[in-house]
């Protein structure tokens, strides 16, 4: 079975300050992990993924997130942030080499304040 | 511009009527999805189709029935809408399907509001 937690619901920063947005999985097997954002009243897109090699991968908009096989962990983050990336975030979880469906986190909205 | 459309944008219903969901993609990606999204649980996978002519049930497909008679389509049917399937729906698709493992993006349209009094 596969599973996705993200620790916060809501994460609300001050414009221009770093944001750290925390994602947890659970695998037996190897797992490639996504994040999507969803802005207001819009469907997800994607920010970047991990499949793969490095462990720190960039996406658009200056956004990072780094795979900790050991912690189990794929955290999104960005260095600074403005008020134009407040928006609803997910993580997802698919097993490598398996027929299994994506798996999606419950979401954390963050609220970047002016 | 290329994409996957939705209709309608929103819907009111009546417990008990019949609705059908409409999703078209004119990407002609193999793979098609109906999520549900709802407050504190994120995004659940309904149903999901691989290729036209084959679907498969997600997490959450009672309730729900989908179609893929052709690539671009993909129309979910409540046949007797109950109050708990109130919720938005996110009609998704992707280049290939899952069989084997999906490294593939999804892309997803602009999401139905389905309110079931």
């Known amino acids: 079975a596969q599973s996705v937690t993200q620790l916060d619901s809501q994460v609300p920063v001050f414009e221009e300050a770093p944001v750290e947005l925390r994602c947890n999985y659970s695998?037996?097997?190897?797992?490639?992990l996504f994040w999507y954002v969803q802005y207001p009243n819009q469907g997800l897109q994607l920010l970047l993924k991990?499949?793969?090699?490095?462990?720190l991968v960039k996406g658009i908009n200056g956004f990072e997130a780094e795979f900790n096989k050991s912690q189990t962990s794929f955290h999104l983050r960005k260095p600074s942030v403005h008020t134009t990336h407040t928006a609803e975030y997910y993580c997802?979880?698919?097993?490598?080499?398996?027929?299994?469906?994506?798996?999606f986190g419950s979401g954390t909205q963050l609220t970047v304040l002016p | 511009i290329a994409g996957i459309t939705q209709a309608p944008t929103s819907q009111i219903l009546a417990a008990g009527r019949r609705m059908t969901l409409r999703c078209t993609q004119d990407?002609?990606?193999?793979?098609m999805y109906w999520y549900r999204q709802d407050l504190g649980l994120g995004l659940r996978l309904i149903h999901y189709?691989?290729?036209?002519?084959?679907?498969g049930k997600g997490e959450v497909p009672d309730g729900y029935s989908v179609s893929r008679a052709n690539t671009d389509d993909f129309p979910l049917t409540l046949a007797s809408a109950v109050p708990s399937q109130t919720s938005v729906y996110f009609c998704?698709?992707?280049?290939?399907?899952?069989?084997?493992?999906?490294?593939?993006?999804?892309?997803f349209g602009p999401g139905t509001r389905l309110t079931v009094l």
């Open positions: 998704a698709s992707s280049e290939s399907g899952s069989a084997g493992g999906s490294t593939d993006t999804q892309y």
């Open positions: 695998s037996s097997v190897s797992v490639y």
């Open positions: 991990y499949l793969s090699g490095s462990t």
């Open positions: 997802a979880v698919t097993q490598a080499g398996s027929a299994r469906q994506l798996t």
């Open positions: 990407m002609r990606h193999n793979a």
């Open positions: 189709s691989n290729t036209a002519g084959t679907t």
